[in-house]
């Protein structure tokens, strides 16, 4: 168990003895052991500014940086250092020229570390909806709060990991184990929150699929995914690629290395695939701590340096900030990279609207008082003052928050219409000890939002009935009431995870120790209490996959309830479903299987340390993730992937019509254009140095060089080169042909077919929203091997009364039904107008309506492919 700031006094005092790992491991391009896994040269990193939306804000950010000296271009890249400042994160700033400071912020559920805010639900509970308004509307109002705080850019949302290990600790911030769940929850997120003036932040590029053994120390390396083309494109850069649609204003690299090479100086990835193959016009930063080396970053494509700090944080050492600043006057790092850096940066800022009226920073993450220190990094010599305003920004928020807990509600098993139970008043209620209510991860503090308060499940029984017991407890209480038949027991279960950084009863960010069981003995309380009651209904808050084997066949337990994360709003969302107030409406994110190896071997294994070896996670499953996996592998699950019932039932019909006429592969990129000019000579050495007498905070982190550095940095360049590594140039590319707009060749954005679902209540009694998801399914005999079938799109219809029927479109893309091919390095449409089926239901195993892309015709109340 180690906060960060342990972790880097044990890092200190190793790195004092000596490493095994070799000084400059992170300088090389170290080869994932397995064939086929390799990261290509890939040079220079790509200049901004060639997309129309962004261009007026290119030319804004341009002539403010030109007017930069040196030293601030190199200060507004990187960090002061971590707790060199009041957000999580914070830049250097070039007042003289009016460009502030910038402060990032996290968490995955809203703004964190400050008061007066709402905790929303994690992004698991909003893919659990499947309803892009509700998940716009969620971003919408954590971007408000972000801005209300003065946060410049909300470090999420996150779709890496994307959920391919069950037990994987980050799942949850993410929206479900799929690519296109995942990618409509990032671009309606990022749209929210945008439109808001905050800058966004896709996180982490890319494969950090578990948390062990995610990060590089002087003794480790982090693990190498290794991901081959067409996964990584199908699969894990899917929902990246949505967030570049959605004009993404910055995005996070991962700890872990990709195919050998560490993500944040990886230049396939970011110089490739971000930005090139992608057209990411943002700005790209490391993840916290895992910036490992300067030049080598620099030209694979990193802008921002995070938190500024070494490997070995609060010496006030860098590998950026005075080092860039050294390694551009002596020429190692061209000027045209460094002007590009800064104007990527500079580009967002105006984009989002943040030259005028954007509220400075008011709050502060690391401490509750009104006055602190400003720069507790710099502690016992930092200045004090006013640090905290408590700024109220929570407004109505708590009406989103709670509609979306509500709505992702999911309800799994209901036997004998047990619920809604309006006439039976639950009277015996047991909880387990901790914690006692739904709550986000407890051991998860960097990624959740302090609590001003929470509506919990008891409270929210309690307003509805004096009859209601409860016990907190994780044993059967001895002091039980005299069970009756009437009685109806609540069993609330657990399961937690979070960041490696944190290590709670054993599990160490991964579920590595719980496995797929509830916490806190959770499957036994559930196996006593159905020993003695005659209802059950268990409700399990947890961030990912449970196996419920252990109790779910008991005759007693009647209901089953994923009621995920649900933030501060977890009762009366609730208790308004088990009354019937509204029928349940989420659906599962993911599948939950019988047995926990019922998935592939190589996702249910957690990597291990490699001892001074890297450790390898290969992807060998390929784009068999999931509900993939099962299908594929003919498992069935014990709830299929999109699995949620209602208190209604739902009939699909369907027509479909085609909108544009494909082709094999997407018309022609255009070329880039209207790109400005970034070069330039290498400036003074005078503009390396800080200003006569200017006092200098102890271990914050400055841009600036001594006089002597910057005058030997300038005869450096006269006298030595850089070792660039193979394949290095600073000729600027045209862009690969699968790129040409945000998200890649807008072409794959065409909308190929559309099709009008007409979804009808045919229940009786109870009103419901529906969910309509849509599967593809390739025509048989095409030269690629597919899954059966793969989530394309879905919609909610609105609240609708018995026999009330509603039309939603689902649309069909040209990306949606291509596949990746990698000889051409291009989508590929198989066979134009062929044999596409297109499945409609409420569940990747409850699909009842087809459409047919060949004849362009439907077909309602078929069996299903599954
Ligand atoms: C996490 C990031 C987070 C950052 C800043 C890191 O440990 O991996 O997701 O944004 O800290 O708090």
Same mark, same amino acid.
């Given at each position: ?18 490493? %095994? ?25 790509? &200049? ?10 290119? !030319? ?64 698991? *509970? ?11 509307? /969620? ?35 993410? @929206? ?27 996180? =982490? ?7 062990? &053994? ?18 990584? =494109? ?16 910055? !995005?996070? *690299? !991962? ?31 490391? +993840? ?73 920073? $008011? @709050? ?31 407004? +109505? =928020? ?15 098993? $209901?036997?004998? $219409?047990?619920?809604?139970?309006? =006439? ?64 109806? %027991?609540?069993? #609330? ?17 991964? /579920? ?28 399990? $808050? ?51 299987? #019988? ?14 340390? %490699? ?15 999931? &509900? ?21 039932? #739902? ?33 003074? !050495? ?7 007498? @200017? ?6 982190? &400055? ?26 140039? *600073? ?89 990746? +091919? ?45």
């Amino acid at each position: 168990m180690a906060t960060l700031k342990s972790f880097a006094c044990v890092l200190a005092a190793l790195a004092a003895v000596g490493s %095994a790992v070799p000084a400059d491991h992170h300088q090389k391009r170290q080869q994932a052991p397995e064939a086929g896994f390799y990261v290509p040269s890939y040079y220079p990193a790509p &200049y901004g500014g060639w997309v129309d939306d962004w261009k007026e804000s290119y !030319a804004k950010a341009k002539a403010l940086v030109d007017r930069m000296t040196l030293a601030e271009k190199t200060n507004i890249t990187g960090g002061t250092g971590i707790y060199m400042g009041r957000c999580n994160g914070n830049t250097g700033s070039a007042l003289r020229v009016n460009f502030p400071q910038l402060c990032l912020n996290d968490a995955a559920n809203g703004i964190r570390q400050t008061d007066n805010v709402t905790v929303f639900p994690n992004a698991i *509970t909003a893919g659990a909806t499947f309803d892009k308004k509700l998940i716009y509307e /969620r971003g919408a109002a954590i971007g408000k709060e972000g801005r209300g705080k003065g946060v410049n850019i909300w470090l999420g949302p996150s779709v890496g990991p994307l959920g391919r290990k069950p037990k994987g600790g980050r799942n949850w911030e993410g @929206f479900g184990s799929d690519p296109v769940l995942q990618g409509y929850g990032a671009y309606e997120t990022i749209r929210g929150v945008q439109d808001q003036g905050v800058i966004a932040t896709i996180k =982490h590029l890319i494969g950090n699929e578990q948390e062990m &053994y995610r990060m590089y120390n002087p003794f480790q390396y982090a693990y190498s995914a290794n991901i081959d083309d067409r996964t990584l =494109h199908e699969v894990y850069l899917w929902p990246f690629a949505e967030a570049v649609r959605a004009g993404v204003g910055a !995005a996070m *690299t !991962a700890y872990n290395a990709v195919n050998g090479s560490a993500s944040s100086h990886n230049p396939y990835l970011i110089n490739g695939l971000l930005k090139d193959e992608l057209g990411f016009q943002g700005f790209v930063m490391s +993840d916290w701590i895992s910036h490992m080396s300067g030049v080598a970053s620099a030209i694979a494509g990193l802008d921002m340096d995070m938190p500024g700090d070494t490997q070995i944080p609060l010496f006030g050492s860098s590998f950026w900030m005075y080092e860039l600043t050294r390694s551009t006057l002596n020429g190692s790092v061209p000027m045209d990279r460094l002007n590009d850096m800064a104007t990527r940066i500079v580009a967002a800022w105006y984009k989002m609207g943040q030259d005028e009226g954007f509220p400075a920073v $008011n @709050f502060d993450t690391n401490s509750k008082t009104r006055e602190a220190p400003l720069y507790p990094g710099a502690w016992p010599n930092s200045p004090t003052g006013v640090v905290n305003e408590f700024v109220q920004v929570q407004a +109505d =928020h708590d009406v989103v928050a709670r509609q979306v807990a509500q709505d992702g509600l999911t309800l799994l098993k $209901n036997e004998d $219409n047990l619920l809604p139970s309006p =006439h039976r008043d639950p009277s015996s209620s047991s909880a387990p000890a901790q914690p006692p209510t739904p709550t986000a991860p407890t051991h998860a503090p960097i990624e959740t939002v302090d609590y001003m308060y929470i509506d919990d499940p008891i409270s929210a029984f309690r307003r509805r009935t004096d009859d209601v017991t409860f016990y907190n407890t994780d044993r059967f209480p001895s002091s039980a009431r005299q069970q009756s038949e009437d009685d109806v %027991a609540f069993v #609330f279960i657990t399961s937690d995870a979070g960041e490696n950084s944190y290590t709670v009863e054993g599990n160490h960010g991964d /579920r590595d120790a719980s496995r797929l069981f509830a916490w806190h003995d959770g499957d036994r309380l559930v196996q006593d209490v159905a020993a003695r009651y005659s209802n059950v209904v268990v409700v399990a $808050n947890t961030v990912g996959p449970l196996v419920l084997e252990a109790w779910h066949d008991l005759p007693s337990v009647k209901a089953v309830l994923i009621a995920h994360l649900p933030g501060q709003e977890g009762g009366e969302s609730l208790t308004g479903v088990l009354y019937g107030d509204v029928s349940p409406n989420g659906h599962l994110p993911y599948s939950i299987t #019988f047995a926990e190896d019922d998935m592939p071997e190589s996702v249910t294994r957690l990597i291990d340390s %490699a001892f001074f070896n890297q450790p390898q996670d290969t992807y060998t499953e390929g784009l068999y993730i999931d &509900y993939k996996w099962l299908n594929k592998a003919g498992i069935k699950a014990r709830y299929a992937f999109g699995h949620g019932l209602s208190y209604t039932t #739902f009939n699909y019909t369907a027509t479909i019509e085609k909108v544009t006429q494909l082709t094999r592969t997407p018309p022609p990129r255009a070329p880039k254009e209207g790109i400005l000019e970034y070069d330039q000579p290498i400036p003074a !050495a005078a503009e390396a140095v800080a200003p006569a007498g @200017f006092q200098m905070i102890w271990r914050l982190i &400055y841009s600036w060089l001594s006089e002597s550095d910057a005058q030997n940095a300038i005869r450096d360049g006269q006298t030595r080169q850089y070792p660039y590594p193979p394949g290095y140039t *600073t000729t600027q590319r045209e862009g690969p042909r699968a790129g040409g707009g945000e998200g890649g060749n807008p072409a794959l954005y065409d909308t190929a077919y559309t099709l009008s679902v007409t979804v009808t209540n045919s229940g009786s009694e109870h009103s419901g929203k529906a969910s309509v998801q849509a599967y593809l399914q390739f025509p048989e005999g095409i030269e690629y091997e597919t899954p059966i079938i793969q989530l394309r799109d879905f919609e909610k219809t609105g609240e609708l009364a018995p026999g009330e029927s509603q039309t939603v479109q689902i649309n069909l893309r040209r990306k949606d039904i291509s596949v990746w +091919d990698v000889v051409l390095q291009d989508w590929v449409v198989p066979e134009v107008d062929g044999a596409y089926k297109v499945w409609l239901g409420a569940a990747s195993d409850d699909l009842s309506a087809v459409c047919h892309v060949d004849g362009l015709t439907c077909e309602s109340n078929v069996a299903g492919p599954i």
